[in-house]
Every structure is written in structure tokens, then in C-alpha cells.
């Protein structure tokens, strides 16, 4: 999948930021075959998040329309768009079509989502949402680094529908045993991260697993314990959180796959204890077909922890999300009190050997370990990955090494960069670091601007090339500053170059760091010793 174009007519949404925008991501002549993300960078309140949101909420009411079964959350039924793309055919995956969807309004009558593909040198409008589904992203993948409500909405109510729909089938017997599809929605941030890293650290090759753990230098997993606990006051009725087949069917997997395992009737609460062998790998494999699988099985019981939210709190959720306005999110509960989580993840140090509790690790490698480890679980074509600073807690090693390593990534599918089903994938990246430009050409990058007490947002493409620029250089290009070192003794340089005594500067010379502006003090004393 590759993204072209983009048009927003009324984003109903940021206050009006994003209304009237153009977005020409790529070519029409794009290879659609290799993987090759894209950038957005620009400063803070440029609405590259926003852009991201967007998007997001795009392919969710499309989803809603024709895929309502993966799709339960609630749409932005007043964005305005047009999208146009590249996805390649599941039948052929060598074969790509031309996909153009829009919804706007004409003559101010309410209106629907059209669905075209190109053919023949024209548009030929698609109906039937057989016909849609296979036009469609297979996945939508958003990542967060923090509590950033702008990408996180759509996929926290799409989350909530998934959670009320179980809830709703769990409680009716002729629905119970059906089986609730996966949303196509998925989202990435702190609170999946152990679901992300034991998926893939228990069923993915050993190069993944290689891969997540060589940064913190750890060997493997060593042990880790998961609770299930379904006797909660705020859920519905005397019995607590009720489930479907479905996931008694996970539970009950969890139970076999277990080294241990106890269950307390009176709190009905589960704890399964792993101690990670070959016979653990051996038995998580026998029951779930992949990583990807198996994150499932988790991340469909964590959504689970909705359900005891107060109603009051989920009510106003939904409330704020129909009206478009984002000042709320779901409230996150308390450990103790989720309806599933995980406790105790210890790993076996590859340098000493010890026990490394999963606790202790930085935000960077939890990040780091959380983003490849998703762009390794989720290896089939026409993905969709909307990053929003991704890099944000890496240190500059890891961000001078990020689109390296997210290309040259191992998985089931062979090297992301390479001609694959995993290449087939598009990634959009937001960052205000100039480390991701710098490993991408400038067709690949798209500068935002928004001029102060303005309301509209200025997108264009560099005018040097990114691709292998020295920082300061693309800092210049996108930020406006070259900032050869930092403001306050860059202010006390310039205050010593207007009025610095041959002391002072003297001075000022021993103290400061290799760095341009030391040269030019010391041409300026140069200067004051010949003028003298």
C-alpha cells in the first residue's frame, strides 16, 4: 500500500486547522514494492499529529460503512475527505490497484462514502463491500509514545466498541459462542507493550527475538505471570465480567500452556505462572498460529479492562467522541484492578547472566523493544503505520540508527526493505528530529509550517536533499534555526561579540567547547589585538 493524495474538506475536528488541505504524499508512479516510509516534521501545533488523526478517523467511518463487523467504534461523521492510494491485490500480491474514496457534501445535501478503483484509464465506482474489503488497508497501525490524545482518540473508541460488544454477546446465549472479528484498528502505545514484546519473544523467530532484546543486552525471556480476574463491582450483574466463548477458549489455552496455575472461585481470578522453557515455545505454538495471533489473544482481554470503567466515565467518553470533542480518554485503572494483566516479566541478562526485571529497563528500550517488536508481528501487505514520534525516548545513537534498523528489521517474512508482502507496507512518521530526514529522500519528506496568528498550515517538500544532509543543515531547512550550539551561550557569544572586553573574551574562550562560535572569538580578540 501507498499513500498519493489527500484532501481534506472539513476535518470536523482541531478546530478547524486541517480544513482545505492538500496532501501530495507521492507519486502516482510510486514502487509500491519496497518499503520506504514517509516523513512529516515540522514544529510543535503544525498538525502533523492532527494529519495522523485524520487519516486514522478516515479509514475508520470507511471501515464502519462497509466492514461493520471490524469496526464497532464510533465515526467522525463529519470529516470531509479524499483519499486516494496503491494496494496491492491479495490474490496477486505482485499486482497493484488504484484505489480513490472521498465523501463530501454537494448542494448541502449529507454525504455517503464513494469507493472507485481506476481501470482502464478511468474511475469505475465499486459497490458491494466484498468488492470494498479487498480495496481496504489490512490494517490500520497507530504508535504513541505517550498520552497523546490527538492520534489515540479513534482507536480508544474503537476499542470501547470492541469491549462493549463482548460485553453485550457475553450476556445474550445466542450470541455468545459467536465469534467477534479483530478491528482493523489497531493501536500501539505504554500500556500494549508487554503484550507486544512476550507475543513476539514467545512465537517469532530467533533472529526477532535476536533483535528486540540485543539493545538492553538481555538473552531471553525468563519468566513472566498473567492474571485474569472477572469479579469486579462496577461490572454488570452479581457474577462479575462475563466472557465470550471466544475468550473462555483463550483462557482455557493460557491454563495449558501454563508451568503453574491457581484459581481463587470467590474473586474469580486466575493467575498463570510461565517459566520459559522449550516446552513453553512448544505449547504457545501449538495453540496460537503466530505472534500476531497471540497478541490478539492478549490485547483482546486487556480491552476487556473498559468494562470496568464506571459507566458514568464511559458515558462521557462517548459523549465527548460523538461531539468531536477530545478533552476526555477512557480513565486507565489501577493494576490491581484490571480484568487482565501482566506481573513479574524477568529476563536472563546477556552480559552477568542474572535475572533483569522488566521494570527496570528505560522508557527508550521499552519504546524501541515495543515498536520493532510490532513492525515484526504485523509482516503482511497493505499495513498501514501511522508513527507519532516514535523515536521521542530513544538516545541519538538509536535515532541516527531508527530507518536503518526499521528496514533491515528480520521477520517472518524476510527483511522489511526487501521485495516482500512485508515491503508492501506504508509508514507515515512525525518527529521533530533531524535524524529520521536524514536517511530519507526529500520526495520522502514533508515539511509543516504554520505561520504565527495564522489558522492554516503551509506543507512542502525540502528544497536541499535530506537524504544523507548534515543535521544543522536540515534543522535550517525545517525549523528555520541554525543552531550550531545552544541558546544561552549562544546569547552570551553574541553579547561578548558586541561589547566583550579582551578579558572577557579571553575568558569566555577557555571555557567554552569545541564549536564555531569559539572561533569567532577568537578572531575577535584577533581583531581587538591588532586594533590595540
Known sequence: MKLLNLRIYKADTCGGLLDGL???????????????????????????????QVIAEIFQAIFHKYLPSE??????????FEIEYLINEEADPKTTKRVRIYRHSINKRKPNIIVEVFHDGDWTLVESSEAVSSLLPSKVVGYTSGDNETLSLPFFS????????????????????DQIPDPRLLLIDYGTNLEVLVANLLLNPDSVKT???????????????????????????????KLTDELEKYIKYLKCCATSYSFDEKQKSWVFDYFVTAATYEAFGYYWSGALELYGCFHKLAMLNDLIIPR???DQFQKSVKERRFALRLPEPFDEQKVFRFERVIFISNKSGQEVDYVSLSDGEHQLAQLLGTAAMVSFPNVLFLLDEPESHFNPRWRVEF?????????????????????????????????????????NVLIF???????KIEIRRPQIQTYGSKFDAILAECFNISPPISALSRDWVEQLLESGTVAEIETAISELGDSTARMRLAAKLSQLDKDN
Not at 211 to 237: D, I, M, W, Y
Not at 415 to 422: D, L, Q, T
Not at 428 to 442: C, E, G, K, Y
Open 158 to 177: 474503537s476499542r470501547a466498541g470492541y469491549a462493549k460488544e463482548v460485553r453485550t454477546n457475553a450476556l445474550d446465549d445466542t450470541k455468545k459462542s
Open 22 to 52: 492538500i496532501i501530495p504524499f507521492r507519486s502516482e508512479h510510486v514502487d509500491a514494492e519496497i518499503f520506504d516510509p514517509l516523513c512529516l516534521i515540522g514544529p510543535n501545533g503544525s498538525g502533523k499529529s492532527q494529519l495522523l
Open 403 to 443: 530507518i536503518k534498523t526499521l528496514k533491515q528489521l528480520p521477520t517472518t517474512q524476510g527483511v522489511r526493505s526487501e521485495i516482500s508482502a512485508v515491503a508492501q507496507q506504508e509508514c507515515l512518521i512525525t518527529t521533530h528530529s533531524p535524524f529520521v530526514p536524514s536517511d530519507m529522500q526529500r520526495e
Open 211 to 241: 533483535k528486540l532484546l540485543s539493545e538492553p543486552n538481555l538473552k531471553s525471556l525468563r519468566s513472566f505471570r498473567c492474571v485474569v480476574q472477572l469479579n469486579h463491582t462496577e461490572a454488570r450483574g452479581r457474577e462479575g465480567v
Open 312 to 314: 458514568k466515565a464511559r
Open 449 to 455: 509550517n504554520k505561520e504565527i496568528n495564522s489558522s
Open 71 to 80: 469496526e464497532r467504534g464510533t465515526p467522525n461523521d463529519g470529516l470531509e
